[in-house]
Nanobody, 118 residues
Framework: VQLQASGGGLVQPGGSLRLSCATS????????MGWYRQAPGKQRELVAT?????????NYVDSVKDRFTIATDNAKNTVYLQMNSLKSEDTAVYYC???????????WGQGTQVTVSS
């Protein structure tokens, strides 16, 4: 499984961005996918998860609930993270992740920088 993340950038507080994670390879065996973020000097944090093998159930860290939405476009084999009402504390490098197969092997995309600043 290969993951290609894109969509980061510079946005003002209150603005929106949509991150994309294009998948290829053995995507039929993906169980769930997530977006993580890592701010300077902080540990990587799980932001949102979509449980593909469970009908698309989603889960979010409290700090982004009602602002971020994770979704899939099966026709494009892509997972999105729609981020609205962005805050300075959302500034981080964002990574997409896939958990694959019975062995739950993790695959990572390259990071994409999101900077929220006026």
């Amino acid at each position: 499984v290969q993951l290609q993340a894109s969509g980061g950038g510079l946005v003002q507080p209150g603005g929106s961005l949509r991150l994309s994670c294009a998948t290829s390879g053995s995507i039929f065996s993906i169980k769930h996918m997530g977006w993580y973020r890592q701010a300077p000097g902080k540990q990587r944090e799980l932001v949102a998860t979509i449980f593909i093998a469970s009908g698309g159930i989603t889960n979010y860290v409290d700090s982004v609930k009602d602002r971020f939405t994770i979704a899939t476009d099966n026709a494009k084999n892509t997972v999105y993270l729609q981020m609205n009402s962005l805050k300075s504390e959302d500034t981080a490098v964002y990574y997409c992740n896939a958990v694959v197969g019975k062995a739950s092997i993790r695959y990572w995309g390259q990071g994409t920088q999101v900077t929220v600043s006026s």
